[in-house]
């Protein structure tokens, strides 16, 4: 079973720093390329970030471009956003997510509130 | 970006009545590789969104075969063909056929 669990959210000042993660199980990790999207309360869904499966190839949404970073290490099945400089408006759900342009499977989502 | 716009934004629905959603982009969703990458998804209140259906037509294993997507080009459907107390709760379109992805912004059926 293909699973995906986000973890790391958590309380932030504006301005502040985060690292949230999400481990995979149930597939072959180091083949699939993955994807983090967040969801702000009562909204809709955005996508922020790709990476590739050997991180060769990296996009990020033009919102978050120059102070997030994605990465990933498939030695522990794992996919990380680093995520700086961070502003109200980054408050949301942070789901990771298999697969470009098929998103096949979503994480429960962990939840980043940047407030003071 | 390509904008994907939905309607209705809301959907009253009745309990064994067809409903329909409408999902047009901005521009053609034809990749160059002949897939077109357009994908549908519900999210149940409370609940991470689910994959319905991919590449306009193709129905996720486990979803009920009352749900059907169908179109081309710059315009899309979902069709429930007999709606059950399950299907509450926002369907969003998808491209994926273009860099940045973007969503539709999600259709509320409620009973």
């Known amino acids: 079973e293909v699973q995906l669990v986000e973890s790391g959210g958590d309380v932030v000042q504006p301005g502040g720093s985060l690292r949230i993660s999400c481990v995979a199980s149930?597939?072959?990790?180091?083949?699939?390329?993955m994807n983090w999207i967040r969801q702000a309360p009562g909204k809709g869904l955005e996508w922020i970030s790709y990476i590739s499966s050997g991180s060769s190839t990296i996009y990020y949404a033009d919102s978050v471009k120059g102070r997030f970073t994605v990465s990933r290490d498939n030695a522990k099945n794992s996919v990380y956003l680093q995520m700086n400089s961070l502003m109200a408006e980054d408050t949301a759900v942070y789901y990771c997510v298999r697969r470009n342009a098929l998103l096949d499977y979503w994480g429960q989502g962990t939840l980043v509130t940047v407030s003071s | 970006d390509v904008v994907v716009t939905q309607s209705p934004l809301s959907l009253p629905v009745t309990l064994g009545q067809p409903a329909s959603i409408s999902c047009r982009s901005g521009q053609s969703l034809v990749h160059s590789d002949g897939d077109t990458y357009l994908n549908w998804f519900l999210q149940r209140p409370g609940q991470s969104p689910r994959r319905l259906i991919y590449?306009?037509?193709n129905r996720d294993s486990g979803v009920p075969d009352r749900f059907s997507g169908s179109g081309s080009g710059t315009d899309f459907t979902l069709k429930i063909s007999r709606v059950e107390a399950e299907d509450v709760g926002v369907y969003y379109c998808m491209q994926g056929t273009h860099w940045p992805l973007t969503f539709g912004g999600g259709t509320k059926v409620e009973i």
């Open positions: 149930g597939f072959t990790f180091d083949t699939y390329s």
């Open positions: 590449k306009v037509s």
